[in-house]
């Protein structure tokens, strides 16, 4: 059956480390992979798209990471900061059809 | 530009009534999609449309219509409101499919 899934529901790090989030996907075969961050009542905001034939990307703090053999893409955030504290969704799209991961609750400590 | 806008942000209903939730975009996007949201399910695809006139199925389709009469609004209809759509749902729409999706803030649904 087809599968998204986010490595953890929770992951706490400390200020100015790098977080690792790791998105996994079986049984798609996804053209680009999204992620988005969303915070509590609110939705989801839009950060990086990556395209199948893209290794790596890269917005300011943030890297993502797509890895077709392994069916992974991991999303980095480096020198974290307590405003980096949200959930992030991995999204992959099927077709017309998006799928999003479970999420990922990250909780960055001053 | 006001982006994706929904309302209501807050409905109650009892099991058997019928509503609609709004949906509505000013940035001549043609990809609009609705989304419900559920504690450890993740967003979840109800419907989408690539365009006016144009609607198609996601995955959790059932209890729910919609119809897309303009670029700008993609109403999505509950029917016969059942305690299972009790959830939080989301507007999203984005220029193409596959482009970056924004995303409403979203109607919080209670069905007793």
């Known amino acids: 059956s087809q599968k998204i899934e986010q490595n953890s529901e929770a992951l706490n790090i400390q200020e100015g480390k790098t977080a690792t989030l790791t998105c996994n996907y079986t049984?798609?075969?996804?053209?680009?992979l999204q992620w988005y961050r969303q915070d509590p009542g609110r939705g989801p905001v839009f950060l990086l798209l990556i395209r199948e034939n893209e290794k790596e990307k890269r917005k300011e703090r943030l890297k993502v990471t797509f890895d077709t053999t392994l069916k992974q893409s991991l999303f980095h955030i480096t020198a974290s900061q307590p405003a980096d504290s949200a959930t992030y969704l991995c999204?992959?799209?099927?077709?017309?059809?998006?799928?999003f991961g479970p999420g990922t609750r990250l909780s960055v400590l001053p | 530009n006001a982006g994706v806008t929904q309302t209501p942000k807050f409905q109650v209903l009892k099991t058997g009534q019928s509503m609609t939730l709004q949906c509505a975009q000013d940035?001549?996007?043609?990809?609009m999609s609705w989304y419900r949201q559920d504690p450890g399910m993740g967003l979840r695809l109800i419907h989408y449309s690539v365009g006016a006139g144009i609607t198609d199925q996601g995955e959790v389709p059932n209890g729910y219509n919609v119809s897309r009469s303009t670029t700008e609004d993609f109403p999505l209809r509950l029917l016969l409101a059942a305690p299972s759509q009790t959830s939080v749902y989301f507007c999203?729409?984005?220029?193409?499919?596959?482009?970056?999706?924004?995303f409403g803030p979203g109607t919080r649904l209670t069905v007793t």
């Open positions: 049984n798609y075969s996804p053209a680009y």
């Open positions: 940035m001549n996007h043609e990809y």
């Open positions: 999203a729409s984005s220029l193409i499919a596959g482009h970056e999706q924004y």
């Open positions: 999204a992959l799209a099927d077709g017309q059809n998006f799928v």
